[in-house]
């Protein structure tokens, strides 16, 4: 089981959280980032993936100046208690707010587009019942707001996907190198695929409602994904 690898790659749900701290940047909105060993952080998780906009951004709400990609997906239960709980740990929050989907999927995301950097915007609606939540320490989000900044050439930059689906991949040697061990995958990743995903992971506060008192919200970064399984689609034979 994959825990930690070179100086900054973990699995959140494995490694120690005395490895880990919460860095603040200062800024017009004070955020946290997760790092290891003071360097930031890159996440490595396996998921059941839910949902793939990673081809072309997509527009959130109804504003079409606002376009994001991401990567929605379930962990194990195990590994999802793991995580919450070293992540409300580390930013030393009770509750986190994220942006979940229902039965409990993550959203790994891109920065979203913006026209103006003064201005915050709405990322949309997630559902706020759960099917079998294994517990209550994120919530989900209503209408989470986030600073925007006005960077075209961070916001629609191209997430790798990698297709590991006939190659083994030593995730102590190789996630420094995913370029030259993987092929890429093709296309955007299937329902149902086993994806292990990289990203980092940052907490800041933002209101969920226009007004609404600024709660602690966490961001996971998509940095690329590995696509190891996807599903076999099976036909139904006429007799």
């Known amino acids: 089981m994959f825990v930690e690898s070179g100086p900054s790659f973990i699995n959140p749900s494995r490694?120690?959280?005395?490895?880990?701290?919460?860095?603040?940047?200062t800024g017009a909105t004070a955020t946290k980032r997760l790092k290891v060993d003071n360097k930031v952080a890159i996440c490595v998780t396996p998921i059941f993936s839910s949902e793939s906009i990673l081809i072309e951004p997509k527009k959130i709400g109804t504003n079409v100046d606002r376009t994001r990609k991401w990567l929605s997906g379930i962990m194990h239960n195990q590994e999802w208690e793991r995580f919450e709980s070293t992540m409300c740990l580390v930013f030393g929050e009770l509750v986190l707010y994220a942006q979940l989907s229902s039965k409990h999927a993550l959203a790994f995301q891109t920065m979203m587009s913006a026209a103006s950097s003064s201005s915050s915007v709405s990322v949309g609606e997630c559902n706020t019942q759960f099917a079998n939540a294994p517990s209550d320490m994120f919530s989900p989000v209503k209408a989470t707001k986030a600073p925007a900044k006005n960077n075209d050439s961070l916001m629609h930059l191209s997430v790798p996907v990698y297709d590991a689906r006939k190659i083994v991949v030593n995730f102590e040697a190789d996630l420094d190198r995913?370029?030259?061990?993987?092929?890429?995958?093709?296309?955007?990743?299937?329902?149902?695929?086993?994806?292990?995903?990289?990203?980092?992971?940052?907490?800041?506060?933002?209101?969920?409602?226009?007004?609404?008192?600024?709660?602690?919200?966490?961001?996971?970064?998509?940095?690329?994904?590995?696509?190891?399984?996807?599903?076999?689609?099976?036909?139904?034979?006429?007799?």
């Open 15 to 25: 490694v120690s959280p005395v490895c880990l701290s919460a860095e603040v940047s």
């Open 178 to 239: 995913l370029d030259k061990v993987l092929p890429l995958f093709k296309g955007e990743v299937p329902f149902g695929s086993f994806v292990v995903v990289g990203y980092t992971v940052s907490s800041y506060k933002a209101a969920l409602s226009s007004g609404g008192e600024k709660m602690p919200n966490l961001g996971c970064n998509i940095l690329w994904a590995i696509v190891c399984g996807t599903p076999i689609l099976r036909t139904k034979l006429r007799t």
